[in-house]
């Protein structure tokens, strides 16, 4: 009996332990990476077993965050997008290998053979409607509505042939949107609230942008080391302003808590969202490109495949991410009121508070905790340890060179800059690899290195523009 009791004893001291080290964990990322605000929300079999808010959610009055606080969610609203999707599939009223053209009409003809996953997996090649946008808001500055922007933007070139890369692309959401619209006759912001927010019981749910009054919102803030065209001394956190016009909201417009999400989350897992398993597991399956390779993006999430402990993550804005284990029935979900947090580099850390595992088997996260420990001046050999423990150890290029861009953002230059090396060690035939270790270098003030390998890109890469570009500048001034 005295057993049985120790382990029922032993299990509250064991949640205890790991909420202590996922407290003291946080509150250290907060510190390192001078977040302000932050929500926290574990899922584990169903249940939300961890909720917590952590800092300051309105500095200008010093509010604390609380579990009721909304946050920007900025672009994992795409994976509300992608279940919306899928509902319609499950519906019999989508087909994601059918050409956009079958649900739309008045597209050009670059547009109509462009396949409906072909948007959800940003392999389209459609010119990217950012690039009309005022990029200090990404509001229609230039255009009297919305017509006219996508009367310009149906002028405008491919990117690329559809399925031969990869591009972020916002015009794929916007379309999808447009789909929706059309598909269930009403506008999508009601059948996210019929068929998503009502179903998970998400209460503070809302599509907005810094132009909405609404209660509970939380601002949200940027480091700038630039004001009115003047470097400053130090960097200054200052307030973030976004607009979101309507027809870009299935992409970047929502607005939620945490526990808003993980109630999302458990209902997805519930079956409230979609019918069938299979239905969640086509959501989470990667599409193709045209040479029959996997895309990073399933629909609406990306896909993070690994030896063991896979995720399928939503990433928004810099500021917020939630992340999914299928196979440990656990999920984290970390939202922050700074643009440049980037809490995608860390969730896999507060999992492995619930299953050690999980950080081990994500190359990043591995070499993220490891470098910690001896130093980032040591990437190499510490790849070399890793592997020779784990010959599955295989931290992709795109991973790699995501991270690395990231720590770039945040002032990271030397950090940043051993990883692009890395990148170039492990994929020496790589363009992009040399290209991006390139810039690093030249913002670390090693133009000469910076030279080196913006030459080998383009010794790789002919066609690389941007790299011949960088290079000329740079023969310019020597």
């Known amino acids: 009996m005295s057993g049985i009791l120790l382990f029922l004893a032993g299990t509250p001291v064991l949640l205890l332990a790991q909420e202590e080290g996922v407290d003291s964990f946080i509150r250290q990322e907060m510190k390192t990476k001078r977040i302000p605000g932050l929500q926290l929300a574990v899922v584990s079999k169903g249940k939300i077993v961890l909720l917590k808010s952590y800092g300051i959610g309105n500095i200008q009055d010093s509010i604390p965050v609380d579990n009721q606080n909304i946050f920007a969610i900025n672009s994992c609203t795409k994976a509300f997008t992608g279940i919306a999707m899928m509902q319609l599939v499950e519906d019999g009223k989508i087909d994601l290998n059918a050409p956009v053209s079958l649900y739309l009409d008045s597209l050009p003809v670059n547009w109509k053979p462009i396949k409906v996953r ?25 255009f009297a509505n919305e017509e006219a922007l996508w009367a310009k933007v149906k002028t405008m070139p491919m990117e690329f042939n559809t399925g031969e890369q990869f591009s972020y692309n916002q015009t794929n959401y916007a379309l999808l949107g447009k789909i929706i619209d059309k598909i269930s006759a009403k506008p999508f912001e009601q059948v996210f609230s019929e068929r998503q927010f009502k179903a998970a019981d998400m209460k503070r749910t809302v599509f907005a942008d810094s132009r909405d009054v609404i209660p ?18 130090e960097d200054k956190l200052i307030s973030n302003y976004a607009e979101f016009p309507a027809f870009r909201r299935t992409a970047s417009g929502l607005n939620s808590t945490a526990e808003d999400i993980a109630n999302w989350l458990i209902a997805l897992q519930n079956g409230k969202l979609l019918k069938t398993k299979d239905a969640i597991n086509r959501l989470w399956t990667t599409g193709t490109y045209n040479n029959g390779n996997p895309t990073q993006w399933a629909l609406g999430w990306v896909a993070k495949p690994r030896q063991k402990h896979r995720a399928v993550i939503a990433t928004g804005g810099g500021r917020s991410a939630f992340f999914v284990y299928p196979d440990d029935d656990l999920a984290i979900v970390v939202l922050t009121n700074l643009a440049g947090a980037y809490p995608e580099d860390f969730i896999d850390e507060v999992a492995g508070f619930y299953n050690p595992d999980i950080p081990a088997y994500d190359p990043i996260s591995a070499l993220r905790m490891k470098l910690r420990e001896k130093g980032f001046e040591n990437a190499i050999g510490v790849y070399h340890e890793l592997k020779k423990k784990n010959t599955g150890f295989n931290p992709s290029e795109v991973d790699l060179n995501d991270w690395a861009y990231r720590m770039l953002s945040n002032k990271q230059t030397k950090e940043a800059v051993k990883i692009f090396k890395l990148a170039t060690e492990l994929y020496p035939n790589s363009w992009n690899a040399y290209d991006s270790y390139g810039e690093a270098l030249l913002k670390y003030g090693q133009k000469q290195e910076a030279i080196v390998m913006y030459q080998k890109s383009l010794i790789l890469n ?17």
């Open 462 to 478: 002919p066609n690389n523009g941007g790299g011949k570009r960088a290079l000329e500048r740079l023969m310019k001034q020597n």
């Open 118 to 142: 072909q948007l959800l997996t940003h392999v389209s090649g459609l010119p990217n409607l950012l690039q009309l946008l005022n990029p200090a808001t990404n509001g229609l500055t230039g």
């Open 216 to 233: 509970h919102m939380t601002p949200t803030y940027k480091y700038v080391s630039f004001i009115d065209g003047q470097r400053l001394n």
